[in-house]
């Protein structure tokens, strides 16, 4: 699934949504509906009126409130709407899920230690990243196709989640996804359309990103 060969000259602005109280705690949330704080707001305005600028056909976003709220700011300022999609959630983590980094590896020091090798885990009981990308890459596929000639679409998500995205739409083995590395809070990433389908543009741009405080650890 590495996109079309048509050369249409889309593009695919994947974002990474503003700053959460547990992301400054550097909690695994996963799942959990966690909102923004209000620098995380603020994040997302400053964000917005710089995607604005890209001139976005199209906003979709995961129905979590982080990224919901963030994805909102985008609409203000460039009057779309929001399709709001359940598959673009951050990576359900089980028990991991509202643990610290120090928590996560005094725990689940193995488990974490696999994951980081490039191994396939289901961190906490919960999902593989191959399936963050089974049910995300096909939803952000399936509005980009709804672009007109040379259209931008703004997918606002989570880290893991927009990593896993990139990585199945370039074609990458999974075990090599972790070289993405991570998005700071409202940064984003673009894929531009190319005769032989998707390719990476822009990683983690943004104005001055801040250190990554991760959804995924």
Same mark, same amino acid.
């Given at each position: 699934?590495?996109?079309?060969?048509?050369?249409?000259?889309?593009?695919?602005?994947?974002?990474?949504?503003?700053?959460?109280?547990?992301?400054?705690?550097?909690?695994?949330?996963?799942?959990?509906?966690?909102?923004?704080?209000?620098?995380?707001?603020?994040?997302?305005?400053?964000?917005?009126?710089?995607?604005?600028?890209?001139?976005?056909?199209?906003?979709?976003?995961?129905?979590?409130?982080?990224?919901?709220?963030? @994805?909102?700011? $985008?609409?203000?300022?460039?009057? &779309?709407? !929001? *399709?709001?999609?359940?598959?673009?959630?951050? +990576?359900?983590? =089980?028990?991991?899920?509202?643990?610290?980094?120090?928590?996560?590896?005094?725990?689940?020091?193995?488990?974490?230690?696999?994951?980081?090798?490039?191994?396939?885990?289901?961190?906490?009981?919960?999902?593989?990243?191959?399936?963050?990308?089974?049910?995300?890459?096909?939803?952000?596929?399936?509005? @980009?196709?709804? $672009?007109?000639?040379?259209?931008? &679409?703004? !997918? *606002?998500?989570?880290?893991?989640?927009?990593? +896993?995205?990139? =990585?199945?739409?370039?074609?990458?083995?999974?075990?090599?996804?972790?070289?993405?590395?991570?998005?700071?809070?409202?940064?984003?990433?673009?894929?531009?359309?190319?005769?032989?389908?998707?390719?990476?543009?822009?990683?983690?741009?943004?104005?001055?990103?801040?250190?990554?405080?991760?959804?995924?650890?």
């Amino acid at each position: 699934m590495n996109g079309s060969s048509s050369g249409r000259g889309r593009r695919i602005v994947l974002w990474r949504h503003g700053q959460t109280a547990w992301n400054l705690e550097r909690r695994f949330q996963g799942s959990t509906d966690i909102e923004l704080t209000e620098d995380g707001i603020g994040q997302a305005r400053r964000a917005a009126r710089l995607l604005a600028s890209l001139k976005p056909d199209a906003i979709v976003a995961s129905d979590l409130r982080r990224a919901s709220a963030t @994805a909102a700011e $985008l609409a203000a300022v460039t009057g &779309l709407a !929001v *399709a709001h999609d359940a598959a673009l959630r951050e +990576t359900y983590a =089980g028990a991991w899920q509202g643990l610290t980094h120090e928590e996560i590896i005094g725990r689940y020091a193995e488990q974490y230690a696999a994951w980081k090798r490039g191994e396939p885990v289901r961190r906490g009981g919960g999902e593989l990243e191959t399936e963050v990308a089974d049910r995300a890459a096909p939803v952000v596929l399936e509005h @980009a196709d709804k $672009l007109p000639d040379g259209g931008t &679409l703004v !997918v *606002a998500s989570h880290g893991g989640t927009i990593r +896993t995205t990139i =990585g199945r739409l370039l074609g990458l083995e999974a075990h090599h996804w972790e070289g993405l590395g991570g998005l700071s809070n409202c940064c984003w990433s673009v894929l531009g359309e190319g005769a032989r389908g998707w390719r990476l543009l822009e990683h983690n741009a943004g104005t001055l990103p801040e250190p990554v405080l991760g959804d995924d650890v």
